[in-house]
């Protein structure tokens, strides 16, 4: 297989933005797109081939951007439409491509469609969101339960019917069985598509909700064990979801409507974020003929993190349905887990002076494996996690909730910092910032670390430069199964022109190349 056969985000490197806290233009201690602009050199440097920036529409931000009131504008914290477009054209002219963040599942309770369709049942947009009767008992029609604590039914007194929300009350599922729905997102597609946008990450696709009533209960998880971390013991795990409140086959319909949407655009990436009991399974039916081109793979993003062999099993079974082909993509972190450095040297029992190391061999790590592979602002700083946070700052609903026996997602989207000696780390001017920003994390502020030839941001830049000239890596997405010892993973990749053997060292901390053969090129 030539270079050429294969599509840009086949083997992207793709680095995404957290557009709260990446820089702030305005200082409103809140980041923003021209603050995410004036920082694409940043980016760009570094070497990666895309950004995913996670939400910035028009949202009350209850769920910080998850909750979409108005798909085609901008929040006014973030910007403007025009902000957006210099943005995109600065990113193109820098030679990166950029992704969206797109949440076809739900929507915010203030979104005209939702406040037309709660008024009553023969509204225009009565059938776009699940109103379901009560039972004889006036209790919810199922035992679904909702990610972010408490039932997934909230009562509509004015329909005196129950609407279904798979996280916030204020975060009503749509109906992807009405038709009407579905026409709505690719309109929204294509008002992106137009303004020239390379692709979406498509939010938490398994909890569509497009079956037709009657709607069935979830079975109980009879393999539930009660973790010892907080976020393992909700009673939501407790409960097995696949076919009935999540990975409904009706989705499907959704998938293939996307996807023609984005075939009439050149290289567009459709990323979707899925879980559920079975996401291999789930994935293997997302990215069938004709729907998705990859998903977004968990595997990697345990929020206790993951021994050496834990590791070892999961890359294993997520490629064991994909190799040689690039339809997934790896993560050790994202906006919703704790750090990966913190969260893997805590689980491999390693000292803070082995942070800087270990970060940079799980970002190697990651870049080898086939398929696309996202990073998450700070990871190429070694970034900890923030777990000091005092309750009265938490912002994370779902911290919120649960807090002080978990503490959310807070701890991992505090705010970028920039240069060690300005104000807030030169993130912001303002007096205060939406999350606290830790002092820790100035000892390896960005531009900083950028001007430090050793520095994990240097090292990693200059290993994806030699990346791209590795054709098992860049012509072809398949590799061996993985070997080495109990502190070490060890795979090879393999092109028709290249194998090369890639080596991580979980003891000494370091990562080692072998070109096992080269190939005559066949041209
Ligand atoms: C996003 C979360 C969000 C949830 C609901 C996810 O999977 O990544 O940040 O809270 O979807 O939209």
Known sequence: MSTAALKWWETAVIYQIYPRSYQDSNNDGIGDLPGITSRLDYIANLGVDAIWISPFFKSPQKDFGYDVSDYQDINPEYGTLDDFDKLLDKAHSLGLKVMIDIVPAHCSD???????????????????????????????????????????????????????????????????????????YADIARFWFERGVDGFRLDAVHTINADSEPYKDNLANSDFVLGEMPQQQQPFFRQLHDSAQLNQPGIQAFSESFRAVADEYDDIYLMGELHGDDPIKASQTFTAPGRLHATYNFNLLQWEGLTVKEIKLAITKAISAFNGTGRLSFAFSNHDVPRSATRQMSRMGLKEDQRQALQLLLLKLESCLIGSTCVYQGEELALEDVTDIPIEKMQDPWGIEFAPVFLGRDTCRTPMVWTSNKSNGGFSKANSTWLPIDPKHLQNAALDEAAKPDSVYNQFAAFLKWRKSQPA???????????????????????????????FDFESLCVTFETVHVRESKG
Request: proline share 7%; aromatic share 14%.
């Open 473 to 503: 890596i860049m012509s072809a997405n398949t590799m061996s199964e993985i070997t080495g010892s109990d502190t070490q993973i060890v795979f090879d990749r393999i092109s028709d022109q290249q194998t090369l053997r890639c080596i």
């Open 110 to 184: 203030q979104h005209s469609w939702f406040k037309q369709s709660r008024q009553s049942r023969d509204n225009v947009k009565a059938d776009w969101f699940h109103w379901v009767d009560p039972k004889a008992d006036g209790s919810p029609p199922t035992n679904w339960l909702s990610f972010f604590g408490g039932p997934a039914w909230s009562w509509e007194p004015r329909r005196q019917q129950y609407y279904l929300h798979n996280f916030l009350s204020s975060q009503p599922n749509l109906n992807h069985a009405n038709p009407q729905v579905q026409e709505a």
